[in-house]
């Protein structure tokens, strides 16, 4: 049985400020601009809201009960709980989605945004992303 289960409060109140900070993000700059550049302004945006922020965090596989360390990072870790995968790119394709649902998997993370900054209206490149159990 493959049963999805909404994050916590805390992670709904938090994914609230990310959600949040991304508009913000969005309405001041222009889309086409590197993600380097969204990712940092997007960090400063919600550790300015009081969040804890990580960036490029480090996220090894476990193959066979060992550890490999094969250079996946998460652009944003919030709080421990909560991953924000950062595209510019003129279209999301499967494979964005299935690379941060992979992310959260390898974390045992529940919730993630995978945002695409270069669109017009940034409703169209915000994505939650529930990890199912």
Request: glycine content about 4%.
């Amino acid at each position: 049985m493959n049963i999805t289960k909404e994050p916590s409060i805390e992670c709904d109140r938090i994914a609230k400020k990310v959600v949040q900070a991304v508009f913000d993000v969005h309405m001041a700059l222009d889309p086409g601009l590197l993600e380097s550049i969204c990712e940092e302004c997007l960090s400063r945006d919600l550790v300015d809201a009081g969040l804890k922020v990580t960036r490029q965090t480090p996220i090894p596989v476990i193959y066979k009960g060992k550890r490999m360390d094969l250079g996946f990072r998460l652009d944003l870790l919030i709080k421990e709980q909560i991953i924000i995968e950062i595209k510019s790119t003129d279209s999301l394709a499967p494979i964005h989605y299935a690379q941060i649902i992979s992310y959260l998997k390898l974390s045992n993370l529940k919730l993630g945004f995978l945002v695409n900054f270069n669109v017009t209206k940034i409703k169209n490149g915000l994505h939650r992303v529930i990890r199912s159990t």
